[in-house]
């Protein structure tokens, strides 16, 4: 099975080329991108199952970044930024990160935090990401698309994900812990 794709975003090519190289060398597909509006970009194109996060990008700065991607997602993220006040982290934590690594910062150390992210997100495999149609619904995790009956659906990240739980084990019956 192969790993997961990783988002780097930060303005600095030194900085990204060691990360790449970390990621890569554990096994993992990098997409990188230098400003924020890239990041957005690249990130509806790769679909990645993490980002990492610099905040003082061009463009677009790494909080609007995760207000953004938190709109429609909810991969995990961890910044990665020199700005190493408590009001920051906890602002970057409020607005959705899973973890704020401040720089400098040790690779090996990153790399650990990457892979308990991960861990905890769940599974990165192919299947996980395969359409579902359950009666009249229509799932699909990858495009983080919801339709009955061919409607489109407006649902908040929890009630996709809920749903694409449900959707994955139809007629299974779930009991309130």
Partial sequence: MSKATVLVVDDEPKLVA??????????YRVVAAADGREALVRF???QPDLVVLDLMLPEVDGLEVCRRLR?????????????AEEADELVGLELGADDYVTKPFSPRTLMARVRAVLR?????????????VVGLLQVDPARHEACWDGVPLALTPTEFRLLVVLASWPGRVYERP
Avoid: C, F, N, W
Avoid at 18 to 27: S, T
Avoid at 71 to 83: C, D, F, G, H, Y
Avoid at 120 to 132: F, L, M, Q, W, Y
């Fill in 18 to 27: 060691v990360v790449r190289a970390y990621l890569e060398r554990d096994g």
């Fill in 44 to 46: 509806r194109q790769a």
């Fill in 71 to 83: 709109r429609e997602s909810e991969v995990p993220i961890i910044m990665l930024t020199a700005r």
């Fill in 120 to 132: 905890r997100a769940g599974p990165t495999s192919p299947e996980d990401k395969t359409p579902r």
